[in-house]
């Protein structure tokens, strides 16, 4: 038999692509490998209708399908005189791929393109590539669909050099033409210092990636412990309102058991008084009865026989009346549920405060690649100033505050605070009722000898190391008196600046940057720290050394 008169695709199945396999042959007459069309079919099972792939004849019910042993003795015999399947359909080339420049009619898909011939070629034409002495030496690439760029347009060469006076590729002919005296090297050695650049440019982005992996995973790590921590204080705080709610329940349910108490005991009370009441009108009735009956007597005899028993029922009347009290009874109990209803939503709207402070200052410190700059003249500071009061419930009892709570003056007399928890108690400070946070600035008019300060909310208020401005962990203290100290952590800084009444505080809270200024036609910068803030930072103000002594809040809007 001739084999170029048989059309291969004749001998493949239409399911696998490939050459039969054990052919069978159903009623109409294609045919296919028994496994694929056996897998076909019991896909169709359940409908319990089979069909051709090709024809799409049906068929009730599924066929008996035996082995066609001619056609597989032809297709045994086929193979062997080297007939190979064609091609499946992802063999050959589509619109996006590149095709093979030697095959005709439909193109299959090339595997290599070749630098040298820039042609593109299937695994078939690329043979000689491999096998013939010419082409062994050629260099085989990646399939291209851009190889006619390798053309110089001018001269139609192929393009092996590269001009860097002109940064472009061009031929042999361009070297000598129009780039003739230019700085050119071969195509390969600029690929060579190209690709080191590259490998350097590499290098750097895998490092960022790197980073940018690890910063990724602090902030995962961020997230699980923001999740944790609300998770276990929003637990906590339910346990917390859950305790406070029964206890709220067992006072109420005192305080109405209590009234309830006393209010049967007053009712049992004047219950019974009012029976005897009752009843001593029954007695005054009946006696009263008896002397309108003595008075209606005709018989004088008899009238003054009776009279003498009867005239002692009528002797003087009781006087006395019942005194009842204004209708109030249980109002002071009303009252005193009132004053602690007050107190309770005065404690529950301060702690309230500080829990939405706290909820919403939860603050992921994030390194910044390219920080804001600090500002420099005090025009670009006051771009970040902000108001600022001082806490009348912090100050401590010999602290005058005056002008709108700005100032602050010491005084060898005690003023009249009311008692509270936040009120320094050894030292004469007091902080500002505003919490700071992202980039704040404000300047301090000071005489005498006084402290400058931020601090923690949770800084102590009483003890010596535990509250004093700068000799903790929750504090820092610029010390301004002839001279200046900075405080921090216990450690003393001798500071050195130019003498000013007038301090700046610059203070960026997610950078941890904390700057003191010296203020007057110029500002110099006195003290700087770099840190991590944890918690918003309270501006505070420390009044020590001598009566008169005073620091005030500027007003700078």
């Known amino acids: 038999m001739d084999q170029n008169l048989l059309d291969r695709e004749r001998f493949c199945c239409s399911i696998c692509l490939d050459l039969l396999q054990d052919p069978v042959a159903v009623p109409c007459g294609h045919s296919y490998c028994m496994n694929c069309i056996k897998s076909h079919w019991d896909g169709e099972d359940e409908k319990r209708v089979y069909s051709c792939p090709q024809c799409r004849q049906v068929f009730t019910p599924r066929p008996v399908l035996g082995k066609n042993t001619m056609l597989a003795d032809l297709v045994e015999e086929l193979k062997k005189t080297g007939l190979q399947a064609a091609p499946a359909d992802h063999c050959y080339a589509g619109p996006e791929d590149v095709a093979c420049d030697v095959c005709t009619g439909r193109k299959l898909r090339a595997s290599k393109s070749c630098l040298q011939c820039l042609a593109s070629y299937c695994e078939k034409h690329l043979q000689p590539h491999f096998e013939a002495a010419p082409f062994k030496k050629h260099k085989l690439g990646e399939p291209s669909k851009k190889l006619q760029e390798n053309i110089c347009s001018r001269h139609d060469e192929v393009m092996k050099m590269f001009c860097r006076t002109d940064q472009q590729s061009i031929c042999y002919l361009c070297l000598m033409d129009e780039h003739k005296g230019h700085d050119t090297v071969s195509a390969a050695a600029e690929r060579t210092e190209r690709q080191r650049e590259l490998e350097g440019s590499r290098l750097n982005i895998q490092q960022r990636i ?318 700087r720290v770099q840190t991590t803030f944890t918690q918003p930072l309270h501006a505070g103000l420390g009044i020590y050394w001598s009566l008169g002594s005073s620091a005030e809040l500027c007003k700078l809007k």
Request: net charge negative; with cysteine.
């Open 210 to 527: 790197q980073d940018r992996e690890k910063d990724v995973k602090l902030l995962q790590q961020e997230v699980e412990a923001i999740n944790g921590s609300a998770d276990k204080a929003v637990e906590h705080s339910e346990e917390m309102f859950t305790e406070l709610i029964r206890l709220m329940e067992k006072r109420r349910s005192d305080v109405k058991q209590q009234v309830r108490s006393q209010q049967e005991t007053e009712v049992s009370r004047v219950k019974e008084f009012q029976e005897k009441l009752e009843q001593e009108i029954t007695e005054l009735k009946r006696r009263d009865a008896e002397l309108q009956k003595l008075a209606h007597t005709e018989d004088h005899n008899q009238f003054l026989q009776d009279y003498p028993s009867l005239s002692g029922l009528s002797g003087p009347a009781d006087s006395s009346r019942i005194k009842t009290h204004p209708l109030r009874y249980f109002e002071d109990v009303t009252a005193a549920v009132s004053g602690v209803r007050d107190k309770l939503q005065d404690v529950l709207r301060e702690g309230w405060t500080n829990i939405s402070q706290t909820g919403t200052e939860v603050d992921i410190l994030l390194s910044q690649p390219r920080p804001e700059p600090e500002p420099k003249t005090r025009a670009e500071f006051l771009k970040y100033s902000c108001d600022i009061t001082l806490d009348p419930n912090t100050a401590y009892t010999e602290l005058l505050l005056s002008d709108g709570n700005r100032k602050a003056t010491f005084m060898f007399k005690h003023q009249y605070y009311s008692r509270h928890p936040d009120r320094f108690t050894d030292y004469e400070q007091v902080l500002s009722g505003e919490g700071l946070t992202g980039r704040c600035y404000w300047e301090v008019e000071w005489r005498g000898g006084v402290s400058v300060a931020v601090a923690y909310k949770n800084i102590s208020r009483a003890g010596d190391s535990e509250c004093l401005f700068g000799r903790n962990d929750k504090s820092w203290s610029l010390n301004c008196s002839n001279r200046y100290n900075f405080w921090s952590n216990n450690v003393q800084t001798p500071v050195s600046g130019p003498q000013s009444s007038r301090v700046g505080v610059y203070l960026d809270h997610r950078a941890g940057i904390l700057s003191f200024y010296s203020v007057s036609k110029t500002m110099t910068l006195l003290h």
